[in-house]
């Protein structure tokens, strides 16, 4: 089984390609290293590509001719998107593009998908289940909620199967310490987190504190990074034992709100993160909390890792050592 990952340089996209290695698959990484890192892909095949040149994708897979793909590569900033939203719906939906026709002209018919908890909207049920309406409330999660429309009338006239996997807030590091999160700009909270207690000149600020919350700040289901990579391989195995498509939360079913990580990191770290409450900030929900059963029941899946002290034991192990 040769599978292509897109965006394998990333941060989900490399945890992902360390399990697809593992499990002695070749991986063919497609990444244009914009937010990714060489040095993350490891032991893969790799080509620097940028998935909006439409012909360069053709080429590539002509080339290569994988039996499956996994998409992961997106922007995916959700403040970027409000102000630049001509950058999220042109790129998200060109890379899609270019991808699927690719796939459609070399008769590959499994496609995993990047989706995300945000094309949910501001939830009116928590926990939110797969069947929740989908009203996005910025451009990123709008882009990803068109791809999940397109990946129906894809299947429906090209017999292209989709897994729709919509993630709730991924987080933590490989265990053995080879791969974790590197982005810059970070906006992710415990990466912000944990810079708030290594860097003497940088202070954390909460956004918001009057939440209908317990402690007033915004509950989220954190989910680790490991346990997604082995959804992705699940996924993979689960198109190609049955003729479906499917949508599929991926998230925990337990929420944590942000004084909590804060408190359980300053325990796991041993000092204070240094911190300011802010204003809320616009289009965070209160609470976004997954429905979890389905992917269970589906792929078999189980979350091993996602603890909250091992996702934050291992995000802090990484942090003080990073690779890239
Ligand atoms: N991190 C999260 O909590 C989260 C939650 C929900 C959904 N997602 C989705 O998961 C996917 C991966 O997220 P991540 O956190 O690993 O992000 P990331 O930025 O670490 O990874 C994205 C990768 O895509 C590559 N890329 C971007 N544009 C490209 C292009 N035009 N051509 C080729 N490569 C390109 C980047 O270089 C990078 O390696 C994204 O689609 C994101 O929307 C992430």
Not at 53 to 59: G, N, Y
């Amino acid at each position: 089984m040769k599978v292509v990952v897109t965006g394998g340089a990333g941060y989900i996209g490399s945890h992902t390609v360390q399990c697809l290695r593992r499990r002695g698959m070749a991986v063919h990484v497609f990444d244009d290293l914009s937010t990714g890192h060489r040095a993350a892909v490891l032991d893969a095949e790799f080509s620097e590509l940028d998935l909006r040149r439409r012909d360069a994708v053709a080429a590539a897979f002509a080339a290569v001719r994988p039996d499956a793909v996994i998409h992961f590569a997106a922007h995916c900033y959700v403040g970027e998107s409000v102000v630049n939203p001509r950058k999220y719906f042109e790129d998200n939906l060109a890379t899609t593009l270019n991808v699927l026709g690719a796939m459609v002209d070399t008769r590959c018919r499994r496609f995993v998908f990047s989706s995300t908890c945000a094309t949910y909207g501001d939830p009116i049920r928590v926990p939110i289940p797969e069947d929740h309406p989908q009203h996005p409330v910025n451009p990123y999660g709008e882009s990803k909620l068109f791809i999940e429309r397109i990946l129906h009338r894809y299947h429906e006239a090209y017999g292209l199967r989709f897994a729709a996997l919509r993630y709730f807030n991924a987080a933590g590091a490989d265990p053995d310490g080879r791969l974790g999160e590197s982005h810059d700009p970070e906006t992710h909270l415990i990466p912000l987190i944990i810079r708030a207690v290594l860097d003497p000149g940088f202070s954390l600020t909460v956004f918001g504190d009057d939440y209908p919350t317990p402690d007033g700040t915004c509950i989220r289901d954190y989910i680790h990074v490991t346990d997604l990579a082995d959804a992705h391989v699940r996924a993979l195995d689960c198109l190609a034992a049955t003729d479906g498509s499917f949508a599929l939360n991926l998230g925990t079913g337990h929420g944590y709100s942000v004084l909590e990580m804060i408190r359980r990191l300053e325990a796991i770290a041993g000092r204070p993160v240094q911190r300011t409450t802010g204003p809320r900030r616009a289009g965070d929900p209160p609470v976004l909390v997954a429905a979890a059963d389905r992917a269970a029941a589906l792929l078999g899946w189980q979350c091993t890792h996602s603890s909250i002290d091992d996702i934050l034991a291992t995000a802090w192990r990484w942090h003080q050592a990073p690779r890239f």
